[in-house]
């Protein structure tokens, strides 16, 4: 398995807010193929199953989450130029929310 985190998009559903947890392997990781290994285990079924059961939503389509399904949901890249927006708009949903 080849993992490229330069070749790697993010999915996002059509008209809605996101967040995303990214998983990287650096290029001078001390143990680069266990890092592989643990990459490829997170974004396996199992792993999935497991971070559903963390309360997150799984990327997995095979692997539904608690609340609804993505079997059926249209996805659409997103443009790595709007990364820049993220953190003032994290700051932005904690100011008006009240979360650290």
Do not use: C, W
Request: glycine share 6%.
């Amino acid at each position: 398995m080849v993992l490229s985190v330069a070749s790697a998009r993010a999915a996002t559903l059509e008209n809605s807010a996101k967040a995303e947890a990214e998983v990287v392997l650096y290029k001078a990781s001390p143990h680069p193929n266990a890092g592989k290994l643990l990459i490829s285990f997170i974004l396996s079924v199992e792993g999935q199953r497991m971070l559903r059961e963390q309360r997150r939503i799984p990327g997995h389509r095979d692997v539904d989450p608690q609340v609804f399904s993505l079997r059926n949901v249209k996805l659409h890249t997103s443009d790595p130029r709007f990364a820049k927006e993220y953190g003032p708009a994290g700051e932005e949903m904690r100011a008006i929310f009240g979360a650290r």
